[in-house]
């Protein structure tokens, strides 16, 4: 059965490494999937091709949505058009819906990753073209309260399939060594993992970091990502010698499996959230984590068996857990133990995949018990 799978782009991230984790591990025997990405080429359309799976990157500026409608509408029309098109991401999610018309009428399957809790126009933009979708999934059940109760979705047309993590790359990482990040061997690490943007709350972590710096000689705090917030964080160490001694900012990195190995627990003090692939990862690095109680988060963390959850935006909450989280190494790494156990038990990607294909049978009329798992 053909399907399609329209992405906004490419680029290396939670999502689209998602997407190809799910678009690689079709059952190719049952479906044949091509993707689409609405931007440029992108440095994960490689891998795809390399298994096999056609992709056409369509190059359209998001700030030009008629062009993207109608070229991906004419991507869609190809020599064999989709019986059924699984978008991911708001620009995708848009540009399916209004391009399927033209495109023969194919199953339309939003994705719904994050609590979009800052753009409030692309709620808007996804409930007036939410009827022409058949429904959703949603990444956390987080975000199916968040789409329902804000959104505006009804619960009947959302479907809960979480990410995954496959645990092997982090399994045969090598630790990277502290030296290289300017950490001293013997101090504390914790890490975190994700863009440097107003979501993450990260002004939030760094007057935790103060608390915890100020209490804790040798505790050290390491920054894995790239954004938009980079040039306002290194303004606020340099004025916090305190920060800056203790606080390391990495830029993006490609050897997050590394890091986490190299790490004592990951933080985590977003404001709003999907399903975190940060938290996730480090799960599968056998890692616990102090997270904040928003979307997603709340799914993967245990209190008081894999890692802490706050309040989001609660400096003070924040520092006492990772203070707590420092204090004894014996049960962090007992956490991180049974995290790692959760990742293989409720994430594991080919269950991911299985519920994937499962909904999309039911909605083409199949019998998804036909289907073996």
Not at 84 to 97: P, T
Not at 270 to 293: D, F, I, Q, Y
Not at 307 to 320: K, Q, S, Y
Request: hydrophobic letters at 50%.
């Amino acid at each position: 059965m053909p399907v399609a799978l329209v992405i906004t782009e490419l680029d290396v991230g939670g999502a689209e490494k998602a997407l190809v984790s799910l678009v690689t591990g079709l059952d190719r025997g049952r479906w044949s999937p091509r993707v689409v990405g609405l931007g440029p080429e992108g440095a994960l359309a490689g891998p795809i091709r390399a298994a096999g799976v056609p992709v056409a990157c369509l190059g359209v500026d998001p700030r030009r949505p008629v062009r993207a409608v109608a070229r991906l509408a004419a991507a869609l029309r190809g020599p064999e058009p989709p019986a059924l098109v699984q978008s991911v991401l708001f620009h995708a999610n848009v540009a399916a819906r209004l391009a399927a018309p033209l495109a023969g009428r194919p199953w339309v399957v939003g994705g719904l990753r994050v609590a979009e809790r800052q753009k409030r126009w692309h709620l808007r933009l996804e409930r007036l073209t939410s009827r022409l979708a058949c429904g959703a999934v949603c990444v956390s059940e987080g975000v199916r309260r968040f789409s329902r109760d804000v959104g505006g979705w009804p619960d009947d047309r959302l479907t809960v399939i979480p990410n995954a993590v496959d645990v092997a790359p982090f399994d045969l990482a090598p630790p990277v060594p502290r030296g290289t990040i300017g950490v001293p061997e013997g101090a504390f690490l914790a890490l975190y993992v994700g863009r440097l943007n107003v979501q993450k709350g990260l002004p939030v972590l760094l007057d935790a970091a103060e608390r915890v710096a100020a209490l804790r000689p040798d505790w050290h705090l390491a920054l894995a990502g790239d954004g938009p917030e980079r040039a306002r964080l290194v303004d606020r160490l340099a004025a916090r010698p305190v920060l800056a001694e203790r606080v390391h900012l990495l830029g993006a990195r490609g050897d997050v499996p590394g890091l986490l190995k190299s790490a004592d627990m990951l933080v985590l003090p977003s404001l709003w959230e999907g399903m975190p692939n940060a938290l996730l990862e480090a799960m599968a690095a056998r890692r616990a984590a102090v997270a904040t109680a928003v979307e997603g988060s709340e799914d993967l963390v245990v209190p008081g068996e894999t890692g802490w959850l706050v309040p989001p935006g609660d400096p003070a909450a924040l520092a006492a857990a990772l203070l707590d989280a420092a204090s004894d190494l014996t049960r962090l790494r007992r956490f991180g133990d049974a995290a790692r156990a959760r990742a293989e038990a409720g994430f594991d990607p080919a269950r991911t995949v299985l519920a994937y294909e499962r909904l999309w049978a039911r909605l083409l009329g199949f019998d998804d018990r036909a289907i073996p798992g």
